[in-house]
């Protein structure tokens, strides 16, 4: 006999779901697994909502089964640990990101890149190892091994700091890997969203020099006198892509709309590196002639893995690092993905979980 979600696990729990492509968000009621020997059990007090999120509970990429409980930036209060459990004790301030388990047996998670095992298992919308479907943290608690928590400094602010989950490490791990994140590069970062001004913001802390490189001008002034960039390059304008071509170590590119990338790889001197980590749902042009004659790349980044994610959130707390958002109450979700959809946030949605949440129960 098939469990309900209710039914499957022993640990009542809450949230809100989708349960089907229209992507309608409304109160759920499921069950999480009890804590084991290696798990931290942690309350729900904020989750922010990322653009994945929303193409989730559309299903625009057609692997998502429904019931489904988005969030892959949730933030809390530790409630209970297992027996083995090392580095957590219950009170303290933790998170997960996109990932909850793996392998832990192949090379990508023997060097920590748990996000690139094959047997990867996400957040929400995945199934664990157990058989069940995972659900995300539009959710009153979660459970996960220690593995994938996230610790919390105390210097840093749980809404602010729930967004870096997610925004934060799929920018911060390019950086790194690719050589970055040294003082005198110059980075353009492509869009000013909710990937985008926290690029800006770790850009600058690495000591690089930032052009926010965007198709809006309306967004120089942020840019510039907000988040810190040096230059701002208006992408449609012909006279000012002309004059920065070869002037760029590296540009991070967070647009997830199908657009043209052969302006962009003008903009790199040789050796130059174009990292995209925007998912747009169609394949992109790439002209080949320009890489050969300036020996430059093009690459893809996902998030990091597990011991990066610690070490970015700590660097974040040290240079006081957030992401802008905009705090909303669980029952606007559904307004909130509207305006998502219509990139009308600076910059990003934070559910108070916390506080709000438990008025919606039916």
């Given at each position: ?14 949230g809100w ?12 009621n499921?069950?999480r697994?009890?804590t ?6 942690f ?29 892959h930036?949730?933030?809390?209060e ?5 027996s ?28 920590d ?8 298992v996400?957040t ?18 979660m459970v996960?091994?220690e ?11 749980l809404d ?7 925004a ?11 050589g ?5 590069k ?35 002034e942020e ?25 760029f ?15 962009l ?36 980044s996902a ?13 974040a ?23 998502l959809?219509?990139?009308d946030?600076?910059?990003?949605f934070v ?7 438990a008025?919606t129960?039916?």
């Amino acid at each position: 006999m098939v469990k309900t979600p209710e039914q499957e696990h022993p640990v009542e729990a809450f949230g809100w779901a989708a349960r089907d492509t229209t992507g309608h968000l409304s109160p759920f009621n499921f069950s999480r697994r009890a804590t084991g020997d290696e798990d931290v059990r942690f309350k729900v007090l904020y989750c922010g909502i990322c653009h994945t999120d929303l193409s989730s509970i559309k299903n625009e990429w057609g692997i998502c089964t429904y019931p489904i409980v988005p969030g892959h930036e949730l933030v809390g209060e530790v409630t209970e640990v297992g027996s083995k459990v090392k580095k957590t004790k219950v009170g303290d301030r933790v998170g997960v990101g996109g990932v909850i388990g793996a392998c832990h047996d192949c090379d990508n998670c023997n060097n920590d890149l748990e996000i690139y095992c094959p047997k990867m298992v996400l957040t929400y919308s995945s199934i664990y190892h157990d058989g069940t479907v995972t659900y995300g943290g539009y959710s009153d608690t979660m459970v996960a091994n220690e593995r994938y928590i996230v610790h919390f400094p105390d210097s840093m602010p749980l809404d602010g700091g729930a967004p870096l989950l997610c925004a934060g490490i799929t920018m911060y791990s390019p950086l790194k890997y690719f050589g970055l994140a040294e003082p005198g590069k110059h980075i353009g970062i492509v869009g000013l969203g909710g990937l985008g001004h926290v690029g800006v913001k770790f850009a600058k802390a690495f000591g690089a020099k930032v052009t926010v490189i965007s198709t809006s001008p309306s967004k120089k002034e942020e840019a510039l006198k907000q988040f810190g960039a040096d230059s701002f390059l208006v992408s449609r304008d012909q006279d000012q892509m002309q004059a920065a071509m070869g002037t760029f170590d590296g540009i991070i590119d967070t647009v997830s709309a199908v657009h043209a990338i052969s302006p962009l790889i003008d903009l790199l001197k040789s050796h130059g590196k174009l990292i995209m980590v925007g998912a747009p749902d169609k394949p992109l042009e790439l002209p080949v002639y320009p890489l050969l004659m300036g020996r430059k790349l093009v690459a893809g980044s996902a998030v990091g893995g597990m011991k990066e994610t610690q070490e970015m959130i700590d660097f974040a707390a040290k240079h006081n690092i957030t992401a802008e958002i905009e705090v909303i109450s669980m029952d606007y979700v559904n307004t909130a993905m509207k305006r998502l959809a219509k990139n009308d946030v600076r910059y990003r949605f934070v559910i108070d979980v916390g506080n709000t949440l438990a008025a919606t129960k039916p």
